[in-house]
């Protein structure tokens, strides 16, 4: 294999079969292809090729009962156990909101679909896996002991493609992205202290042209302070020790899933920090972490206050919140936690 020459089907699997124990994201690493390349070259082996379209999948997800819904970026992987429900589906935006599956869909970074079965000794694996036009994992659906195989099966012969073929070529063509505008600070927290739901704050970036870290930057540490990149692992032992509902968000361009709850096993794992509890598991690369903000925004009950950690890209790997009812102030514990937290000890972008 040349340099630039990317690995044919038969030497991607030669290679998975010589590195039995490598993850995933690992190999396809290594290989220098994508994630979906590497699903891609199973099938018609192990791996069938289905509709990629999330309102397909939304349409018949619920049939398959409890499952493990996993979505991820470079640096986090959030996994929830349950059921898909209340589902309001959008060709824009859709919306899952279930008791222990939360998630926030934008079908239109949704491009292929696998199924996908693995051999774990006796077991058979089976998931539905998503990916965008150039092959990142986008969202994954694992069955449980308990989910519904046959209707994973109907939906596998439902969803097939008639293209079964091994090769993958995505399309790496980036998305047109937008500079940072010329905002003065003072535009930025007019705008800022004017917000009434954190709903509208990406809103508000979108009409200043401003991205999101570099708003944090900019706003002033009233509404925005840099923190100790420990902060994150220490907001996380805190809420345990505090027995402290809190929100999680993992994204990437497609999708959005929240955990909301206490949390109750944090641990870490080399330069991985995880939450491993019944139905929410959490896998958080600290390493990856480049700047850490406490960051406040107002709202119509009062401000809220969320943690956000960004990546050496500045792309922001995870947010977290306290939870609160809707209509109420934030939790007071949760403020003094996040008042508490390390700050950086230099300021500067």
């Known amino acids: 294999m040349t340099e630039n020459a990317k690995p044919t089907p038969a030497e991607i699997r030669a290679f998975r079969a010589e590195n039995p124990k490598m993850r995933e994201r690992d190999i396809a690493a290594q290989l220098q292809i994508s994630e979906a390349a590497l699903v891609a070259a199973e099938v018609g082996i192990s ?16 049939e398959l009962g409890e499952v493990m819904a996993l979505s991820r970026n470079e640096s986090a992987v959030h996994e929830k156990i349950g059921v898909y429900e209340n589902i309001n589906s959008g060709p824009h935006a859709s919306i899952v909101l279930g008791e222990n599956i939360d998630l926030r869909i934008f079908p239109g970074r949704w491009v292929h679909g696998f199924a996908v079965s693995k051999k774990d000794g006796d077991q058979e694996r089976l ?144 330069p991985w920090i995880n939450v491993l509890d019944p139905t929410f598991h959490l896998h958080l690369r600290q390493d990856h972490i480049a700047e850490t903000w406490a960051v406040r925004k107002p709202t119509k009950d009062g401000h809220v206050t969320s943690l956000e950690a960004y990546d050496a890209n500045g792309e922001m790997i995870i947010q977290f919140f306290g939870k609160r009812k809707e209509g109420s102030d934030e939790r007071s514990d949760w403020r003094e936690i996040m008042e508490s937290l390390p700050k950086a000890t230099s300021v500067a972008a």
């Not at 791996?47 to 619920?62: C, F, H, M, N, Y």
């Not at 008639?162 to 003065?184: K, M």
């Open 127 to 270: 998931s539905l896996q998503y990916f965008d036009k150039a092959g990142g994992a986008v969202h994954k659906v694992h069955l449980r002991p308990d989910s519904n195989v046959a209707a994973y099966h109907a939906i596998v012969r439902d969803l097939k493609l008639e293209d079964q073929s091994q090769e993958f070529v995505g399309d790496t063509s980036a998305a047109a992205t937008s500079e940072d505008g010329d905002v003065s600070r003072e535009e930025l927290r007019d705008h800022w202290s004017k917000l009434t739901d954190t709903h509208e704050f990406f809103g508000m970036l979108r009409k200043l042209k401003i991205g999101r870290q570099a708003a944090v930057r900019t706003v002033g540490d009233d509404y925005a302070w840099k923190l100790d990149n420990s902060a994150t692992a220490e907001m996380m032992h805190a809420s345990v020790k505090a027995g402290l509902p809190i929100m999680c968000f993992v994204a990437n361009d497609g999708i959005v899933q929240i955990h909301s709850g206490p949390i109750f096993n944090v641990q870490p794992m080399g």
């Open 47 to 62: 791996v069938t090729r289905i509709d990629g379209s999330a309102l397909k999948l939304l349409e018949r997800v619920a």
